[in-house]
């Protein structure tokens, strides 16, 4: 240290930079003071320079203990490249060469070596790194991705466990770790299991400003959703995460077909492949990558313009660290997730995998955070940052939801019976059974347990378990209310629930609008007819108008020809009923008004049947990927009666995908069927069929048939 006058010309020496980033200089001191160190530094915050400025102004050698042989060789080569002694040792080097290296570091001419954890422990390694203490010396341990220690991180792997040997061996040798993203309970863990001591803690903030978060609803046309996106990139780098390998290799080569510069990455593909792929991305060769989560750990490539979760990640530590790949450069990036519920089910499977019950509690815990992040409609900040236990104030005017906020209403009232309702339940159970004593179900368990008796037993019929969710996320989020973290997701009260208790403070929330029938459908078609009659009557006012020299308006208000293009009166009487027709008027003008609405009325297709309000909520929930058992589930009806809704969504054109529910080739030998002995009779169709299919389905693809007809 002496050579420099300062930390900031070492850095300026070594790396190039006038100035530390926010944070980076007190881990660096308290690293030179010989304290172990656990750093929680977003990515993109520079945490690699946090430990590596230390190990160069310190005698002797750091070991960095790595995940990923891509996160090992992408940092050697950065430092390399920068004239800095720093090496490897894994699995890719054959004798001769990690000889070399092994004889570099006796030499003196390394300062940083990077392993992976199995290769810590073993027998010739830990000889090896006897030798180095009497020679070289030992300067510290760096454990990178310090999350992957933890159980309850969502990178766990089993062999970090074994670096707690670490302090065994090695008491006397500081300890540094690192990780971009741990909540508290991680945090605590790491602490544990590395037996950090004299510990220096830093934790900036989670937030990284530059991204912009969004979540868009996946429906059976997310590819063109998805399409459109990448292409209004112009060409910018990306990476595209889906849940699969069957996923990455059919997006990636829809892509290509559609003209995008994309390329595939899981773990499937050969070695050599995978290799190729990566360096062409990082080099700008080509500028997106659609991969599994195999993808991106330590890739350090900072001009990541957008990232796309295609599916639904399990928990929102995954989220946040993938996402974070975007904007390293802290300039403007875009972080969007297409989510369905159908998505849940997919990631239901695969913690059903697990075979060691308390991990699938665990995860099942985290996929819901995740699911609150997808269907929250508050700041996505705010739902994001309280996971990891920073609070935000919200507003960031950087996500879809601070872009487009939903309205804002005072639900104090609600807010005291849901927080009475889980006192009074002892503070025993989670949001599900909470809503489920307020809406008075009469399951089972709450009948057992006699919460049926309580106060607040059915006080919360006037809203839905949507709503109640809702404002059951935002006060987790706002920190009104906590939750258990062992796996079971127990509500309880904290010092800010009983201040709402007592009156001593508001709770406000964002929530979610019932949209009518207009917003949901779009424009009707009643409407858009009624617009184009307007118009043609308009055109035969200003005709009557310039041929007896008058004013328009001293024919007829464009209030009347409003009516007149919604009523369509067909007969003189019916006609004399619009406001501002006067038997006069209807004696000097009616006729060309009256034949010009029949003439227009004739040519029009016959009007499909007006739908109900149930049913345009049945749409709604569809629309939102609720499948037919989760409508029902939520509104208390039948399968049967939602289907009946789906069919008459389907006769009347609306846009509801009747793949969702009838494969095409049973939707052909259906319709084959309704040619055969017509469509009036289920029961006769199903016979016709010899009982293959469902009534359901018939039901559905029938409806779909009957509105082709009509429109042909």
């Known amino acids: 240290m002496s050579q420099f006058p300062s930390l900031e010309a070492a850095l300026k020496h070594f790396f190039g930079y006038e100035s530390f980033r926010l944070g980076q200089k007190a881990v660096i001191e308290a690293a030179l003071q010989n ?56 699995s890719t080097l054959n004798l001769d060469q990690a000889r070399s290296r092994i004889q570099a570091i006796f030499n003196g001419k390394i300062k940083l070596l990077y392993v992976a954890p199995e290769r810590l422990f073993n027998e010739g390694f830990q000889e090896f790194l006897t030798d180095v203490v009497q020679s070289v010396g030992l300067s510290g341990f760096v454990v990178d991705e310090a999350h992957c220690v933890s159980e309850w991180g969502h990178d766990f792997r089993p062999e970090y466990r074994q670096l707690a040997r670490l302090r065994r061996n090695y008491p006397q040798t500081p300890c540094h770790a690192f990780t971009a993203t741990a909540t508290e309970r991680v945090r605590q863990d790491i602490i544990n299991q590395l037996a950090l001591q004299n510990l220096s803690f830093h934790c900036t903030s989670f937030n990284r400003p530059n991204l ?47 003209g995008i510069k994309a390329l595939s990455y899981h773990a499937g593909m050969k070695a050599s492949l995978r290799e190729k792929s990566q360096d062409q991305f990082i080099r700008d060769d080509v500028p997106v990558m659609v991969a599994t989560i195999a993808f991106g750990m330590g890739i350090d490539k900072p001009d990541v313009r957008f990232v796309v979760h295609y599916d639904l990640p399990g928990n929102l530590e995954r989220y946040y660290q993938e996402s974070g790949r975007a904007g390293r450069d802290s300039e403007p990036a875009q972080c969007v997730l297409f989510y369905s519920v159908g998505d849940i089910k997919k990631a239901e499977y695969f913690i059903e995998l697990k075979e060691d019950e308390q991990e699938k509690r665990i995860a099942y815990q985290q996929l819901q955070k995740m699911i609150d992040y997808a269907e929250g409609i508050e700041c996505r900040r705010t739902i994001q ?20 906020p939903k309205p804002v209403e005072d639900w104090t009232i609600e807010a005291q019976k849901l927080l009475s309702c889980v006192a009074r339940c002892r503070e ?25 008796e309580l106060s607040t037993y059915g006080i919360g019929r006037d809203h839905t378990k949507d709503e109640w969710k809702n404002l059951g996320r935002s006060l987790l989020h706002q920190g009104f209310m906590a939750e258990t973290t062992d796996g079971y997701r127990v509500l309880k009260l904290n010092d800010l629930s ?57 024919i007829f208000s464009d209030s009347a020809l409003r009516q007149m293009a919604k009523k369509r009166p067909q007969t003189r009487a019916d006609f004399t009923q619009i406001s501002g027709v006067t038997i006069a008027k209807m004696q000097r003008y009616g006729e060309p008004f009256l034949e010009k609405i029949k003439e227009f009325c004739r040519a029009q297709p016959a009007p499909k049947p007006r739908l109900s309000e149930t049913q345009i909520f049945t749409l709604q929930l569809y629309q939102r990927g609720l499948s037919v058992a989760d409508i029902a589930k939520e509104r208390n ?10 069919a008459d969504l389907i006769q009347n054109g609306k846009e509801v995908v009747l793949e969702d529910f009838v494969n095409p080739p049973a939707q052909t030998e259906i319709k084959r069927a309704i040619a055969a002995v017509g469509h009036e009779s289920l029961t006769q169709l199903r016979e016709h069929l010899k009982e293959k299919f469902t009534y359901d389905a018939i039901k559905l693809v029938r409806a779909q048939w009957l509105n082709e007809q009509a429109e042909k």
């Open 385 to 404: 940052l309280s996971y990891f236990g920073e609070q935000f104030p919200g507003n960031c005017d950087n996500c879809d939801n601070c872009k487009n």
């Open 428 to 452: 025993r159970y989670g949001l599900n059974y909470i809503i489920d004593v307020l809406k008075g179900s009469k399951q089972a368990k709450i009948l057992q347990n006699k919460h049926d």
């Open 35 to 90: 304290r172990d160190v656990l750093a929680i530094m977003p990515t993109g915050a520079g945490k690699s320079i946090c430990f590596q400025l230390p190990a160069l102004l310190q005698p002797g050698l750091t070991i960095v203990i790595s995940p990923l042989i891509a996160l090992m060789q992408d940092q050697v080569d950065t430092l390399t490249d920068n004239g800095i002694g720093a090496t490897f040792l894994n």
């Open 498 to 554: 009983w201040e709402i208790l007592r009156k001593q403070r508001e709770v406000n929330i964002a929530v979610e609008t019932r949209k009518s029938v207009e917003e949901i459908l779009g424009i009707s078609e009643s409407r858009m007819d009624a617009e184009m009659l307007f118009e043609e009557l308009r055109r035969l006012r200003k005709h009557l108008a310039d041929v007896n020299w008058v004013a328009p308006y001293m």
């Open 637 to 646: 009806l039948t399968a049967s009666t939602i289907n009946n809704h789906l």
């Open 212 to 258: 912009y978060y969004e979540v868009i609803p996946k429906t059976s046309r997310s590819y063109d959703q998805l399409l459109k996106y990448v292409r209004r990139q112009r060409g910018a780098s990306g990476i595209i995460y889906c849940s699969s390998r069957k996923k990455v290799d059919e997006i990636g080569d829809r892509l290509q077909a559609d």
